[in-house]
């Protein structure tokens, strides 16, 4: 069909997590028009797509549509069409756009890297506006990453780049679900964070506030730990800036590789703001090359929070529609 005057004509974004897919009817300004969600079906692939298929037909209901986007946890292919791999979902080589478009005809579909989705939606609309080079960093159970350079998606050879959770900081350090050791992922997560508090939660001390948490309720949770972050809890706060340390190690030897303008920090870890990426810069600063002989980074908070994947997968789907004239 003729490709429609875009400020007139929504996409579809399709966010696809672990315990949840969200959809939104998006404007091409980044505004969410309309939202949809359903639990994640997360053992049964098929029943996944049926979940897909359903939100867009709810989102699209009345409405003009140009595109949709979803955007899925795990390895995509180049040609933005088939899932390789995605470790909490069974899909293996999975022709993700094919199936979708035989379910879904007449809308243009394109398939995306969560990660991707969420590091464009910065880019175009948060806390990336105004800069060409920007590497995102989401800090959730593990690490993802996104990195736009000179205005444009870094996605490599075969459209598996910008796996920053796995870039190796510890060798032979702790092991890794991608079976290799010593991750980022594995010093710089949520899951990471968790586990520096109950190791200082075990020390009383400064940790004594954490360990009564973890008493009371059997567990040391995310929900316990940002609460006594707020609360400015020593012990809390010394978890943090571990997390921050190893975060600002892994940003100083991407900016030797990338020199972004700006690192964007989003997840759920990031809420923590100012408190998280202090410790961030101070860390950058200590092992960045050249220190003193080279320019510096600007470090920011995500702003697009939990919006940011329904809006990237919009806005990306809307581009390569109009691009393939849709």
Same mark, same amino acid.
């Given at each position: 069909?003729?490709?429609?005057?875009?400020?007139?004509?929504?996409? $579809?974004?399709?966010? $696809?997590?672990?315990?949840?897919?969200?959809?939104?009817?998006?404007?091409?300004?980044?505004?969410?028009?309309?939202?949809?969600?359903?639990?994640?079906? /997360?053992?049964?692939?098929?029943?996944?797509?049926? /979940?897909?298929?359903?939100?867009?037909?709810?989102?699209?209901?009345?409405?003009?549509?140009?595109?949709?986007?979803?955007?899925?946890?795990?390895?995509?292919?180049?040609?933005?069409?088939?899932? #390789? #791999?995605?470790?909490?979902?069974?899909?293996?080589?999975?022709?993700?756009?094919?199936?979708?478009?035989?379910?879904?005809?007449?809308?243009?579909?394109?398939?995306?890297?969560?990660?991707?989705?969420?590091?464009?939606?910065? #880019?175009?609309?948060?806390?990336?506006?105004?800069?060409?080079?920007?590497?995102?960093?989401? $800090?959730?159970?593990?690490?993802?990453?996104?990195?736009?350079?000179?205005?444009?998606?870094?996605?490599?050879?075969?459209?598996?780049?910008?796996?920053?959770?796995?870039?190796?900081?510890?060798?032979?350090?702790?092991?890794?679900?991608?079976?290799?050791?010593?991750?980022?992922?594995?010093?710089?997560?949520?899951?990471?964070?968790?586990?520096?508090?109950?190791?200082?939660?075990?020390?009383?001390?400064?940790?004594? /506030?954490?360990?009564?948490?973890?008493?009371?309720?059997?567990?040391?949770?995310?929900?316990?730990? #940002?609460?006594? $972050?707020? /609360?400015?809890?020593?012990?809390?706060?010394?978890?943090?800036?571990?997390?921050?340390?190893?975060?600002?190690?892994?940003?100083?030897?991407?900016?030797?590789?990338?020199?972004?303008?700006?690192?964007?920090?989003?997840?759920?870890?990031?809420?923590?703001?100012?408190?998280?990426?202090?410790?961030?810069?101070?860390?950058?600063?200590?092992?960045?090359?050249?220190?003193?002989?080279?320019?510096?980074?600007?470090?920011?908070?995500?702003?697009?929070?939990?919006?940011?994947?329904?809006?990237?997968?919009?806005?990306?789907?809307?581009?390569?529609?109009?691009?393939?004239?849709?």
């Amino acid at each position: 069909m003729r490709w429609l005057d875009s400020s007139l004509v929504h996409a $579809i974004g399709i966010d $696809i997590g672990g315990t949840k897919i969200a959809g939104g009817l998006v404007a091409d300004d980044g505004t969410i028009v309309r939202q949809e969600r359903r639990p994640t079906p /997360a053992r049964d692939g098929a029943a996944i797509i049926d /979940a897909v298929v359903e939100v867009v037909e709810s989102l699209r209901d009345g409405q003009e549509v140009a595109a949709v986007g979803v955007a899925a946890p795990g390895f995509i292919d180049a040609e933005q069409s088939t899932v #390789y #791999y995605t470790p909490n979902i069974p899909w293996r080589s999975e022709p993700l756009r094919a199936e979708l478009s035989q379910r879904l005809p007449g809308l243009d579909i394109t398939i995306d890297n969560d990660a991707n989705a969420a590091g464009w939606a910065e #880019y175009r609309f948060g806390a990336g506006r105004g800069y060409r080079d920007m590497t995102l960093l989401t $800090i959730g159970t593990g690490v993802g990453g996104a990195i736009v350079t000179g205005g444009r998606l870094l996605r490599g050879g075969f459209g598996t780049a910008a796996e920053i959770g796995h870039m190796r900081v510890v060798p032979g350090g702790l092991p890794c679900g991608c079976g290799q050791r010593g991750c980022i992922e594995q010093y710089g997560s949520g899951r990471a964070l968790l586990r520096f508090a109950n190791e200082i939660a075990d020390q009383r001390g400064i940790g004594q /506030a954490l360990a009564d948490a973890r008493e009371r309720s059997g567990e040391l949770d995310g929900h316990d730990l #940002y609460e006594l $972050i707020v /609360a400015e809890d020593p012990g809390a706060l010394f978890a943090l800036r571990e997390l921050g340390g190893w975060l600002g190690q892994a940003a100083a030897s991407l900016s030797a590789v990338l020199d972004p303008q700006l690192f964007v920090f989003g997840g759920g870890v990031a809420a923590a703001g100012e408190m998280l990426l202090e410790p961030i810069r101070e860390s950058f600063r200590s092992h960045m090359p050249a220190r003193g002989f080279h320019p510096e980074p600007e470090f920011a908070a995500a702003e697009l929070v939990n919006d940011a994947g329904i809006v990237g997968a919009a806005d990306i789907a809307r581009a390569h529609a109009e691009a393939r004239g849709a």
